[in-house]
């Protein structure tokens, strides 16, 4: 990736945004963070800033997915801190509205129209969802009518994405990211091969999919009437039609006790067994295959969906490790103890979760505020839990460029 010069600083809501400065060379770990193209309207969902005290919402204008400007200055920020590449969103029906765009057309090409693209690299992360997604069962039945639809999106990133040379390829080949694959239940390879068979019959060629396979609790690939509705065991016949696999996020936040001891992590991550029981969880899924299959560790800088769901009442996870640490030791700790830790030789990559979802509080990227833990609910912490939020600035952002450059230079990746 070629070194670009840039020139300026710009401030924006209490935070100097960084839209000019050399960029880094490529690491040779390759960090990928994933990307949101559904702002502003996805605010409307509930975010827990809307909802902290003093209001600090995230400005509609720094959310604008429809304007090159928006990705033009995310690119630049990624860039500095050796984010390689973003997994950009893509679903294109909205849940119960069939055939109402949800994802865009327009946001994807305002986001390729960047002037600075060429300093980036993106993959498609397809949202498996819209295949539809039975929730009581957490299933998502491969059935052929879903299998056409899978390959017509599947042609359709060939056609539009494939071909642009900022295209992430691996090995030669495009990648594509395809999101909660552990649900998949019946005819999972071949829906895969098929898709396979597809694109190379138009002469697309291979690609390179990822899977979210990756969690503490995984739905049967051939349930049964007597089998149990989730397990805990990796779905290695489901496994291995992916070139590898990743999880999306390790965050638990609803204890199943028929599942054994719960993975929900309550409370600040410092004072829980989360690095040693996630570092467990990538080596148990690298075993199932005998290494077959690679494992791609993800970080995320915590986790609180209360904003959008709080009826549900999963607990927060802090951003902050233990009580007075800094707003980005969550992440920190995360990604140097337990994620460069499992990083697996045969795909030296990383996940950040996520460059910019605030629906579940996980994006990384620079945002104004204020330090609280109030929020507006009548007991003034429903929606903080009594943690600070609000004011991180550029504390997610420079903790990662310290973390990935301190991991290039203590490891000898595998170019």
């Not at 690939?221 to 989730?230: E, F, M, Q």
């Not at 690679?294 to 769901?309: Q, W």
Request: aromatic fraction near 12%; proline fraction near 10%; charged fraction near 20%.
């Amino acid at each position: 990736m070629a070194v670009g010069l840039v020139i300026a600083l710009v401030a924006a809501g209490g935070i100097t945004w960084l839209v000019a400065r050399p960029a880094p060379p490529s690491s040779k770990l390759l960090v990928g963070a994933y990307y949101y193209l559904w702002y502003p309207e996805n605010l409307a969902q509930g975010t827990l800033r809307a909802q902290l005290v003093p209001a600090q919402a995230p400005p509609a204008a720094l959310m604008n997915s429809q304007s090159p400007a928006t990705a033009e200055r995310d690119i630049t920020n990624a860039r500095r801190v050796g984010i390689d590449f973003f997994a950009l969103d893509w679903w294109p029906s909205a849940p119960g509205t069939p055939g109402r765009l949800y994802q865009s057309d327009e946001a994807m090409a305002d986001f390729l129209k960047a002037k600075n693209l060429d300093r980036i690299k993106f993959a498609m992360f397809y949202e498996t969802w819209n295949l539809g997604f039975v929730a009581p069962r957490e299933a998502l039945p491969v059935t052929p009518a879903k299998e056409r639809e899978f390959d017509g999106d599947m042609v359709y990133f060939a056609r539009h994405y494939f071909s642009n040379p900022s295209y992430l390829r691996i090995d030669g080949r495009p990648v594509v990211f395809l999101y909660l694959t552990r649900t998949m239940t019946g005819d999972v390879a071949g829906m895969m091969q098929g898709a396979r068979s597809t694109l190379e019959a138009r002469g697309y060629g291979d690609p390179f999919f990822i899977g979210d396979e990756v969690y503490w609790r995984v739905t049967p690939v051939h349930p049964t009437k007597t089998s149990p509705v989730l397990t805990t065991a990796p779905q290695v016949a489901r496994i291995e039609q992916f070139d590898a696999v990743t999880a999306y996020t390790l965050y638990y936040g609803d204890p199943i006790p028929s599942l054994g001891p719960t993975k929900a992590f309550i409370g600040y991550p410092g004072t829980t067994d989360v690095v040693n029981d996630e570092i467990g969880l990538w080596r148990r899924y690298r075993q199932a295959t005998d290494n077959r299959v690679p494992v791609i560790p993800v970080v995320s800088p915590g986790f609180n969906d209360r904003g959008v769901r709080l009826a549900i009442n999963h607990p927060a996870q802090p951003r902050q490790w233990l009580p007075g640490d800094g707003p980005a030791s969550t992440l920190d700790h995360l990604f140097t103890q337990m994620a460069v830790p499992s990083v697996d030789p045969a795909l030296p990559m990383i996940m950040v979760t996520a460059w910019n979802e605030w629906n579940e509080d996980t994006g990384v990227e620079p945002i104004p505020g204020t330090p609280t833990s109030r929020d507006d609910s009548p007991s003034g912490d429903a929606y903080t839990q009594g943690y600070t939020y609000g004011g991180e600035g550029m504390a997610a952002v420079d903790t990662l460029r310290r973390d990935i450059a301190a991991a290039d230079r203590a490891h000898p990746w595998t170019a």
